[in-house]
């Protein structure tokens, strides 16, 4: 009996320590807040990455040989530039005189980044199509705008899929360097609530087990969009 009153008083103390440092004083608010910031930055990056790094794998294949040199030094210099020294060049150099938000410079900065790798993923993903399938769709008059958008570009998207899918998850983890330029991120808040509340322990096993929640989310998207995709074409082959 008294081994099961310390062990119910040990949990009682182990949910009071959880409500105070994770609930009380607003702090889940603060936490979500933070968390909404992280997911925005992210979204707005991926989405204007994305479309940058279609350009620039566009500029990269591209028999002009200028624009191919210029997208080759591109992608070579940000995929190899470190991410947090992106972005205090951006904010803290190309920004610093401008009224430009925080935010937005941060997603400009995970922009370039982004773009980078995704054009190199895209490009690679058409490398390795079938040319085959192309020709044939070519003599049967198809146009060439045609047999890419019905050949090509399924075949790119499904090999594209697993790289582009890491550079995602690899893009919400640098945004954690955020808060490096007054940014309240998930990061920032979480470090805020562990100074204030001196339980650094359960605030950072907190951000870690967000940020995984967030990663496998992005997990079940694509996971999601490959099935609907393969019941597509099962119904199409049929």
């Given at each position: 009996?008294?081994t099961?009153?310390?062990?119910?008083?040990?949990?009682q103390?182990?949910?009071?320590?959880?409500?105070e440092?994770?609930?009380?004083?607003?702090?889940?608010?603060?936490?979500?807040?933070?968390?909404?910031?992280?997911?925005?930055i992210?979204?707005?990056?991926v989405?204007?990455?994305?479309?940058?790094?279609?350009?620039i794998?566009?500029?990269?294949?591209?028999?002009?040989?200028?624009?191919?040199?210029?997208?080759?030094?591109y992608?070579?210099?940000?995929?190899g530039s470190?991410?947090?020294?992106?972005?205090?060049?951006?904010?803290?150099?190309?920004?610093a005189?401008?009224?430009?938000?925080?935010?937005?410079?941060?997603?400009?900065a995970?922009?370039?980044?982004?773009?980078?790798?995704?054009?190199?993923?895209?490009?690679?993903?058409?490398?390795?199509?079938?040319?085959?399938?192309?020709?044939?769709?070519?003599?049967?008059g198809f146009?060439?705008?045609q047999?890419?958008?019905?050949?090509?570009?399924?075949?790119?998207?499904?090999n594209?899929?697993?790289?582009y899918?890491?550079?995602?998850?690899?893009l919400?983890?640098?945004?954690?360097?955020a808060?490096?330029?007054?940014i309240?991120?998930?990061?920032?808040?979480i470090?805020?609530?562990?100074?204030?509340?001196?339980?650094?322990?359960?605030?950072?096993?907190?951000?870690i087990?967000?940020?995984?929640?967030?990663?496998?989310i992005?997990?079940?998207?694509?996971?999601?969009?490959?099935k609907?995709?393969?019941?597509?074409?099962?119904?199409?082959?049929?």
């Amino acid at each position: 009996n008294k081994t099961q009153a310390a062990n119910n008083t040990g949990e009682q103390n182990m949910i009071s320590l959880l409500y105070e440092t994770l609930v009380k004083n607003g702090t889940a608010l603060m936490i979500l807040h933070g968390l909404l910031v992280t997911l925005e930055i992210s979204a707005l990056s991926v989405f204007f990455g994305t479309l940058l790094g279609t350009v620039i794998c566009a500029f990269r294949m591209s028999r002009n040989k200028i624009l191919h040199t210029a997208a080759k030094l591109y992608i070579a210099v940000l995929r190899g530039s470190p991410v947090f020294l992106l972005l205090m060049l951006m904010s803290y150099v190309i920004f610093a005189r401008t009224n430009l938000s925080a935010p937005l410079i941060a997603v400009s900065a995970f922009s370039l980044n982004v773009s980078a790798h995704a054009a190199e993923c895209f490009r690679a993903a058409l490398l390795a199509t079938d040319k085959k399938q192309t020709e044939a769709a070519r003599t049967l008059g198809f146009s060439k705008l045609q047999a890419f958008i019905l050949i090509t570009l399924p075949q790119a998207a499904k090999n594209a899929k697993p790289t582009y899918q890491s550079v995602i998850i690899n893009l919400i983890q640098w945004t954690s360097v955020a808060g490096y330029v007054t940014i309240t991120d998930l990061t920032r808040v979480i470090n805020n609530i562990s100074s204030r509340t001196m339980q650094p322990f359960i605030m950072i096993v907190t951000g870690i087990l967000l940020y995984l929640g967030i990663a496998y989310i992005c997990y079940g998207i694509f996971a999601l969009s490959g099935k609907i995709a393969e019941r597509r074409n099962n119904r199409q082959a049929k």
